[in-house]
């Protein structure tokens, strides 16, 4: 079965980084194109990037452009994303998703808190 | 300010019909597919309905997808109390080059 398991937030100061994973099981995670999607607090869903099956393409929404990094290790079967110069609005709840090819996100992660707060 | 325009609200009593409406652009509705989840309360989204009108497995035949143009709707009949919830609508952007997705519209079943 499929599982996406999301690790690394917490509670950092404005300015700084962080880094969160999302380890993948059940399926063949180097076949797959992976997204981060976000949620505020009480607010609804905005994506933040997507990065190819073998790393070499990624995208990024504006709002996090030159602050935020995805990547990926196939060998570990692992997602990540790193988050630089964080802002009090990057608050949110970080999902990670598997999008099959032109079937949408079709498994989501249960995410990971990531709280700006000084 | 979300991309994809979706009303905030709406409601229904259990066995009715209600339709969700998204709007967007040539960018992204009238050029590409639309996708619709449901965030049940503490939850992860879940995938409902895939390229404009389809059902991933499991997904209850309730539950229906259309587009015309530039928007899309989707479309829940007989409706049960465990539907309540938040609905988005979501497609690729081919200005932005991502993913936008609606507000999110929160139905509840009286």
């Known amino acids: 079965q499929v599982q996406l398991v999301e690790s690394g937030g917490g509670v950092v100061q404005p300015g700084t980084s962080l880094r969160v994973s999302c380890a993948a099981s059940?399926?063949?995670?180097?076949?797959?194109?992976m997204h981060w999607v976000r949620q505020a607090p009480g607010k609804g869903l905005e994506w933040v990037a997507l990065?190819?099956?073998?790393?070499?393409?990624?995208y990024y929404a504006d709002s996090v452009k030159g602050r935020f990094t995805i990547s990926r290790d196939n060998s570990r079967n692992t997602l990540y994303l790193q988050l630089n110069s964080l802002r009090a609005e990057d608050t949110a709840v970080y999902f990670c998703?598997?999008?099959?090819?032109?079937?949408?996100?079709?498994?989501w992660g249960q995410g990971t808190l990531v709280t700006v707060s000084s | 300010q979300s991309v994809l325009t979706q009303p905030p609200s709406t409601s229904g009593t259990p066995g009715q019909r209600v339709t969700i409406s998204c709007s967007g652009s040539?960018?992204?509705?009238?050029?590409?597919?639309i996708y619709w989840y449901q965030q049940l309360p503490g939850t992860a989204p879940k995938l409902l309905i895939y390229?404009?009108?389809e059902r991933p497995s499991g997904v209850p035949g309730r539950f229906s997808g259309s587009k015309s143009g530039t928007s899309g709707s989707l479309a829940i009949s007989g409706l049960r109390s465990e539907d309540e919830g938040d609905y988005y609508c979501?497609?690729?952007?081919?200005?932005?080059?991502?993913?936008?997705f609606g507000g999110g519209t929160k139905l509840t079943v009286l």
């Open positions: 998703a598997r999008e099959y090819p032109l079937s949408g996100f079709d498994y």
């Open positions: 059940g399926f063949t995670f180097s076949s797959f194109v």
């Open positions: 990065i190819s099956y073998d790393g070499d393409n990624t």
């Open positions: 979501s497609a690729w952007d081919d200005s932005l080059s991502g993913w936008v």
């Open positions: 040539s960018s992204n509705i009238g050029g590409n597919y």
């Open positions: 390229r404009d009108n």
